[in-house]
């Protein structure tokens, strides 16, 4: 480092010439806040992570199942970070066409475990970037494997972070460009009073809750921003990301986006009307939590409980808001108002009715930021409860104000099975 860079960012650092003590390393809190847990939780070499594994699989034990979910969620995490090591150098080496390596100035898996450290705060990139957590995996990969073909590109000018954020937005834009997503409002039903609806954006999809992911950013996951960003063009949604969300400069988004600071400002004038017109008018009073707080987990146990065959339907209408708004992405199911809602759970919860779906079981999830049901139903006649629907509640002054209901695809991205018995 110069002394007149960023040590986190690479971003040029405020002016001292009137000042006097030591030189700032750092641009702002938030950098010097990034700094700091790095150094207390830096990334683990291979060898390291390869030990770690090693100590979590020896230790594992069904009982007591707390720790031992714990344990089997850790040891998950270990091997999938070894085995996109592993992946991405093995295509790296595919690459030499030679019998020879061209050069021996990178060492494939130093390089790749490099990346890695980077891995997930460019997947919530990404995924702010889609709204499908399916892209955002396929896009961070393009990502390392553009980060290594342009490796040599690569000389220092900015942070190793920023050079990436580079790669991984021009990604992203790459793939919106190719896959045209318009959100469009969804048809009405016929014989169903729903009133106006809402929009459809078969795309969307939810994001497993990790605290070290999504930290400090609940609001810019939520659901109901990342369906009004999907709403900006591509270009005004980076701006919007990388300047409002990620708190980059203007002239650091300008730089990356190879576009001046007037544009990236006229972008911002552009899009910030439209987010407002299409999140909730009284989101900016909602509680800014990491994780759901103690009573939107009450709630959630409550919703789980009535959601059975046995469940209480008094129950739910008193936790449903009267206006609640139920989305089904990809399906181009919706209910707008709580009567529509629970005559139709009614009757799939009903033994007795023509339509009766099956029995239902739930566990507690997190998507997010937000609580999650994730639903198992037995068919009549089977015994196995099987994965069926993510429910993802947004709670508003205690009641449930919007219920996203996703397929289970991804459960085992929560750490969910796909059968209970």
């Known amino acids: 480092m110069t002394g007149k860079v960023c040590g986190m960012c690479g ?6 010439a ?4 030591r030189t700032a390393l750092y641009c702002s809190a938030a950098c010097r806040q990034r700094a700091y847990r790095s150094r207390r939780d830096p990334a683990p070499d291979v060898q390291t992570l390869i030990a770690e594994v090693g100590r979590v699989a020896n230790r594992l034990a069904p009982q007591p199942p707390e720790e031992f979910l714990t344990d089997l969620t850790s ?6 970070r070894l085995r996109r090591i592993a992946q991405l150098a093995l295509r790296t080496k595919d690459e030499n066409v030679t019998s020879e390596p061209v050069t021996e100035t990178v060492d494939e898996v130093a390089f790749a475990g490099r990346i890695e450290e980077h891995q997930r705060e460019l997947r919530v990139h990404c995924y702010r970037m889609v709204g499908s957590y399916d892209d955002a995996e396929d896009l961070v990969q393009e990502t390392f494997l553009r980060a290594w073909r342009g490796r040599e590109g690569f000389e220092g000018r900015s942070s190793f972070r920023a050079w990436l954020y580079r ?5 992203c834009l790459d793939f919106l460009r190719r896959n045209k997503r318009v959100p469009r409002p969804y048809d009405p039903l016929p014989d169903v009073e729903q009133g106006e609806p809402p929009q459809f954006l078969p795309w969307l999809q939810p994001f497993p809750d990790d605290s070290a992911e999504i930290a400090e ?20 949604r980076a701006v919007v990301i990388l300047n409002d969300v990620l708190g980059w400069k203007a002239a650091e988004t300008a730089d990356l986006l190879e576009t001046t600071v007037a544009s990236v400002t006229s972008a911002l004038q552009r899009a910030r009307p439209t987010l407002r017109e ?30 059975t065959a046995n469940g209480d339907s008094r129950v739910m209408a008193e936790l449903l808001r009267e206006d609640v708004l139920v989305t089904m992405p990809p399906n181009p199911l919706w209910f707008s108002g709580r009567d529509v809602f629970l005559e139709f759970v009614a009757r799939s919860l009903d033994p007795a009715s023509p339509t009766y779906f099956g029995e239902w079981k739930h566990l507690p999830a997190v998507a997010n930021g937000l609580p999650a049901a994730a639903g198992y139903v037995r068919r009549p006649g089977t015994r196995i409860y099987r994965a069926q629907v993510l429910d993802v509640l947004r709670i508003e002054d205690g009641k449930v104000a919007e219920i996203t209901a996703f397929e289970p695809h991804l459960f085992p991205a929560f750490g969910l099975p796909l059968t209970l018995t």
């Open 278 to 307: 299409r999140l909730p008018e009284r989101r900016t009073e909602w509680a800014r939590t990491v994780r759901p707080t103690d009573e939107e987990q009450a709630i959630l146990r409550r919703y789980m409980a009535a959601a």
């Open 11 to 16: 971003g040029p650092l405020p002016s001292k």
């Open 75 to 80: 040891l998950t995490s270990g091997v999938g």
């Open 217 to 236: 950013t609940r609001e810019t996951m939520e659901l109901v921003f990342l369906a009004a960003i999907q709403h900006l063009p591509p270009k005004q």
């Open 167 to 171: 790669i991984a937005t021009n990604t």
């Open 18 to 21: 009137d000042s006097r003590g």
